[in-house]
Every structure is written in C-alpha cells, then in structure tokens.
C-alpha cells in the first residue's frame, strides 16, 4: 500500500510540474488496476488538467479503463476540444457508450468540433441500442472482396498493414460486390491456403447477426462456439461491424454488476465514492424514500392491532424477526429466480412451476424456524400458546415470501419491469404486511390464553 | 414457449426412443441457452440415459455449457468408463473444475479408467489452485523452436493440422530449447513474415505469469491490453500454458455472481431449482439458522425495555421501520464497498477514508429519512417527543449503518474472511440491536413526556 500511496504523490508532483510526456509514459505502461485507483484518487482538479493535456491516445486508453460513470463526469468537464480528440482515439464501441452517457448537451458541443465523417459514423453507432448487436459492436474490421487470391489478400494485408496496426486482426471478412457477408477467412488458413486459391473459396461460412439481436443471444453464440467474434449486418444484409466476444462478455458482467447495485438499492449506476457527497446521497435516497414509505405502510397492521400488543408486549419481540426472517428467506428466493433467469434454466411464463418448487422448500424451511421461533417464545414466557403464535406466524409466513420472492422476478420480467429494482421492495412489503397481521391476528384470538405473560 | 414445450417432448421422446445420433445431432447444434433449458427441464433419468448415451465429444460439450453443479451431478450418477470419456474430450480448464467439484471416491473412481498420460496430466492441472494462472489455463497451445524458419514453421503448422483441429490457433508460442518461452508470433506476422526469417526474430516479447497469479491481476492485464490469452509458466520458467481472456472474463463474471448469491444468503454455489428439494432446504437453511440466532440475540434488547414498551406502546410501530430502513441504509454501503473492491477504485487498507466518506452521506440521508419518520410520528400522536424519538433513532442508527456496512467489507477483506458471506448478517444485527436501544432508551429518557400517548 506504501508503494502506491507515494504513485498517487508522484503522480500529483507530475501533474503540478506540467511533465505531460512523462506521465503518458507512466500511463501507457501501468496495470489496468493502478490506472483505475490513481485516477480516482486525484483531485477532480489534477484529473481534468491530466486528461486534457495526455496525449489523446493515452487519454483514450485511460477513458476505456476506468468506470463509465468518471469517464463522462470528465469529458462532460474539459474542453469540447479536448473531449473530441480523446474520443476519436477510443474504440467504436466504447466512444459509443461514452457519447450515450452524456447530457444531450455535452454531446451536441463534441459533435460540432468532431470531422463530419467521424460525427456522421458515431451519430450512426449511437443510433443502435445499447446491449444490442450493433451497440456492442466494433467497426474497425477488415473485409476484402471473395474474388481476390490468398496471395492478393496478403498484399493487400501487407500494404495496409499501417493502416491496420490499430486493428487486432485475427480473421478476414469476405464480402460479394453488394457488401453482403458470404463468409470468413481464419489466418491459419490463410497461412495454409496455395497462393492462387481464391479467398471466396477458403472462406468458411460464418454466422451473422442483425444488428438488433439482443445482448442474451449473443452470449449464448460465444457459449457454444469459440469464435472471437461474429459478424454484424445491417437490414439490407452488408457487413457493418464484428461483435467480439471480449465486448459481449464484458457487457454481460456489467448487466451482473449493475443488476446487483440495483438489488441493494445502488441505483442509476455505479456510485464511486469520489462523487460528490450531495449526488450520492441524492441517489441513495431516491431509493430509501420509497422504501420508508412502503415500510410505514407495511407497519401501520401493527398500528391497527395496538391493542392486542398492549395486552402481549413480549410479542414485541418477535415482530422484527418475523420481519426479517422472511426477508431472508424470500431474498434467497429472489436471487435464485434471478440467476435462473441469468442462466437460462428458467423461463419468465414458468411462473407455476417455479411457485411449486418454492412452496416445497418454504414449507420444509417454515416448519424448522418457526418450532426454533416457537421454541424460543416457549423457553422464554413458559406459555405454549406464545410460541406457537409467534412460530406459527413466522413458519407460514416463510412459505409466503418464498412464494412471492420466488415469482415476482419472472412476473417482472414477463411484463418487461426491472426485476432487480422492484423485487425486493414488493418482497418486503408484502411479506411485513402478512407476518405482522399473522402474528397479531394469531395472539388475538389467542388471547385468552396469553394473558399474564 | 409453446415450440421449446414442444422441444423437451420431442427430446424426451427420442431418448426413449434411444435415437442418440439423432440427439447428438441436434444438440451439436443447438444454442447454448437453450441447451441449459432443455437439460433442466428433462427427468434425472432421461438426463442420466442421454450423456452417458451421445457421442462423448457432444456430451462434453453439453458439459460445458450446463451449470457445474449439474454437470458434476451427472459426472458421478454415470459409470466412470463414461465419464472418464466425457472428460477426457473437455477442454482442459473445464476438465481440472469439473473434478475439483467431485467427490473423491468418484473422482478416484475416474482417474482408474483413465489412461496412464491423461490421467498424470490431469492430476497435475487440479494442482494448481482455482481461480489462478494455472487453475485457469488451457493447455491446448502451439509452441515451437525459435530457430526455426517462417516457412518451417508454417509447414509444421500445415503437416499437424489434424492434430490442432480443436485447437483455437492464434499464436505461435516460441520456445528456446530448455522450454523458456521467448516469445510470441502472431499468425498475421507469420503471413508478413520472408520465408527465411527465424520464428525467434519476428517474434514479439511476451508477458508471461507465473501459475500461481490470481485471477484479479490477470483481470487487470487483459484489461490494459487487447490479448487473447497469455502464456503461464513454472518454477522453472517453462511455458505450461495459456490463460485465455475468455476464461479470465468467464472466471470472473462467474466470481461477481457467487459473490451476489452470497449475498442474498444462497451459500455453496448455484441453486438450480431442478436439484433434489431437501437439499435445497437444507443449503438455504444453513444461512438462515445463523441468521435466527443472531436476529434472536438483536431482538432481545426489546425484551429488556419491556416496560419501557408497554409504557409506549406506539412505539411498536416504528422498531421494525427503524431495523429494515437500517438495514436498507447499510446494505446501500455494503454494495459500494464490494463494488469498489471489484473495480479497484478501493483497497482494504482504506477503512478510514471509506467510514469518512460513508459518515457524510449516512448524515444527510439520515437527517432526512430521520425527520420523515419523525414527522410521521409527530402527525400520528400528536405528540412531537414521540417523533423525536423515533426520528432521532434512526438519523443516528443510519450513520451507525452506513459505517459498518460502508468498512466491514474492507475489514473482513483485510482479513481474507469473504466479505460478501459475512457482511449482512454483521451488518443487520449490529444494526438492529443499536436501533432498537437507541428508540427504546431515548423513549425511557423521554417517558414524561410521552405518557398517555
């Protein structure tokens, strides 16, 4: 930790001294992580200068490596200069996303001092949805005609192979004169293929897809073929990029990621503590505010039973673990119908199914926490009756939040709303509401035999 | 869905009709989705008949996409003979995870059956710890002498074609008679290259890691540079094989889902629904036995201020709106930390700037939450103590929470305890028995004012 500590130091040092050269340097030759860390750890200040005065190779390279959410934070704060250089270096894909996180206005002033054939294409990239074929694919391919030779196709290869140097090249794309795909030519059988064999014919035939093919399908491609990337078309079926398998991979970890914040109320994206405080509580409470009035709902039953309370105040007790228990048990539910749906083993219209299988493992884990539950009410009030009041709430009560945890997901799905942001608090709802009113109804018409506990 | 219900019928009735070619047929080329969804949704008994049945290299494949839990199910329900042939067509990474998550017996019962070579080479690769350079490495690469020519090495490249046909040729490793790697030679070089050029000379310098890196730096290197894979070496500085980026991206997308799993309190890995239903009970049930004791334990400070209670019974309402909000408040920091930890921008040595950042949000948010919940206890009795109570109890017990959920993750990653397993039910009973202390003995102090509310 020493060791870095002093970087961030030497780096700021480096910044103030202006040694721009020096720290392209630094950057170009730093891990992925330490660019990461540095970079959140300087000031907004030192960040700004540092980004606007790299070289814009470097810059770019910095912007792919660190989270999205800082990325736009700094473009949409240097000059639309500045910005413009940065993102022409970037790569197809990623200059897209950044683009699409800016406000419309950041975007207008890049695309003003951007080359009218740079703003065209990236108006164009942008155009796509995200997490689709053509969001997440990259344009710096190489396609050459199937009339040419092997031996033509590697001239042509080495003449532009300045051109190239950006590219990883690792296939040939073989198209007819109208553009369209026939099919794609692996190095090795370059390497392989006689000098006069024409590339159309060493071509194996290769998979495409539409532009609009959605994220899930594509990782369900690489899964099963070993391919690093697969063809994009447009409608008129031409070649308009490759998806790589490093693209869709990562697009899918971050879908994890991002799902996953949602889950514990982290929403609208990543939060970097580095934000400024006022944001991020902003963020936070636009969560936690629907979530206290959803709780204020839930416990207003034990409100309407303050009676009973009065007359059972041990009960007190028990309302927050039956509270929090189903929680826990309908939270397992939740985050195995998620990763189901994530795998592919379930489907959202399996709603029968999935209902049963929970109900099945509700009942089995109900009956062991509610005689632990009622156990302890037993042990501690000497009353039977106490016990299986607090017991009885809490193990049919488990079979209700796994019901609801287990469903709700594919329900959501199946009607297209955000299942990682409105399962939990529809969980919590429902299932505070039913355990406080089972345990309160419970002891009610038990209550000639709870007195005097 | 009606055509995949269809799809499962006919599945099923193929394998009873025991047309395997048929069957290898269509799962050969099936999408990979989809192959997950139909293994799910088949008896244990079809499942059992149809691996052990179709060709090996298919059912390998099959292998590879299905869950691990289900593949290692399989793995040790069919004979050795055929499992031994099943894995013997796996890549070897995912061969190495397969047995590592077997049993002994059965994994012993494997090693028997199969051949002498296989059988030391696999045991060599399952020594290599997961999640580790060489845990994560395939050993499917091509290396050859850097003495030798370009065209002797393209004519060695075209006499083993057969030999390299599963393999993903994209480099050449270039070797030094002892086995040390010198270098790399991408196949576009070699199609540049003069035929008399010496291998060791376009070859480019390489990194190279030792097998016992883990996951998050070579996560750090693919994402710096545009490599498909990079090699692993020994002790000795022999190349043994290649870490590719897929299996690095896969790794960790697959560490960031446990991690969630976690988290949600589903513990030892996937759950598949399609698993046996007492197994699942009892997995869930050994997150939600400790998660009992310890809300048991936090709730039993409400068993101490009973009379405090009964004297203001109101405040009932608002104990379990004080424990969930906290909580809410508190998982909110727990995922910035995990996330942070994940992407780098944190390291667990910085506790103290993570609870300073934590302290300035859990202010604000627990000023507002805290006036809310006052206000709504102020409007509902008509009594302001009564708010101020409950208010002032969770304006502070939000700052408690987000302290703990902000540092805990760090701590328990210092200590290599796994933060994502331990981090909640730290967090929620740490902050259940400080909320309801703080309500309950503010009310105790404040009980002149609240009588007869």
């Known amino acids: 930790m020493e060791a870095v500590a002093n970087n961030i130091d030497s780096i700021s040092k480096l910044i103030s001294d202006r040694e721009f050269e020096k720290l392209g340097e630094i950057f170009m030759h730093m891990g992925a992580r330490e660019v990461v860390y540095i970079i959140d750890h300087l000031t907004k200040e030192e960040r700004l200068e540092l980004l606007s005065q790299l070289p814009s190779e470097v810059a770019a390279e910095i912007m792919e490596e660190i989270p999205m959410v800082q990325a736009s934070e700094i473009i949409s704060d240097i000059t639309a200069e500045d910005a413009a250089a940065i993102i022409t270096e970037m790569q197809s894909d990623d200059k897209a996303d950044l683009i699409l996180d800016l406000d419309d206005i950041d975007a207008e002033a890049i695309f003003e001092v951007l080359g009218d054939q740079e703003e065209k294409s990236l108006r164009k990239l942008i155009s796509y949805e995200p997490d689709t074929a053509g969001g997440l694919m990259i344009t710096e391919f190489i396609s050459v005609d199937s009339k040419l030779t092997a031996r033509q196709a590697k001239d042509y290869l080495r003449t532009n192979s300045d051109l190239f140097h950006n590219y990883s090249i690792r296939h040939l794309y073989i198209i007819n004169k109208n553009k369209n795909l026939v099919g794609v030519v692996q190095l090795i059988d370059l390497i392989l293929a006689k000098p006069d064999d024409q590339v159309g014919n060493i071509a194996l035939p290769a998979k495409s897809y539409h532009y609009n093919t959605p994220l899930e399908k594509l990782l369900g491609f690489f899964e099963k073929y070993d391919f690093i990337g ?47 405080t006022l944001l991020r509580a902003k963020r936070r409470l636009s969560w936690l505010s629907v979530n206290v009035l ?160």
């Open 230 to 276: 697969v063809p994009v078309i447009d409608d008129e079926e031409r070649l308009i990029g490759v998806a790589m398998r490093r693209d869709i991979l990562e697009a899918d970890a971050e879908r994890v990621a991002m799902e996953h914040l949602e889950t514990q109320g982290i929403v609208g994206g990543d939060e970097i503590r580095s934000m400024p």
């Open 294 to 453: 959803l709780n204020i709902l839930a416990a207003s039953i034990i409100a309407f039973y303050q009676d009973t309370l009065s007359s059972v105040i041990a009960l007190a007790v028990f309302l927050p673990i039956i509270s929090d228990m189903s929680g826990c048990s309908g939270n397992q539910a939740v985050a195995v119908s998620m990763r189901e749906l994530s795998i592919g083993t379930v489907r959202p219209s399996e709603v029968l199914r999935v209902w049963i299988q929970e109900v099945r493992v509700g009942l089995i884990n109900g009956l062991v926490l509610g005689l632990l539950i009622a156990l302890a009410g037993w042990l501690w009030k000497s009353n039977i009756y106490f016990g299986l009041v607090a017991g009885g709430a809490l193990m049919i009560n488990t079979v209700i939040a796994v019901s609801i945890g287990g469903t709700v997901p594919l329900l959501l799905k199946k009607y297209d709303i955000d299942p990682a942001l409105a399962s939990g608090p529809i969980l919590t709802t429902i299932t505070d509401m039913c355990g406080f009113f089972l345990a309160l109804s419970f002891a009610a018409a038990m209550m000639s035999h709870l007195s005097g506990i």
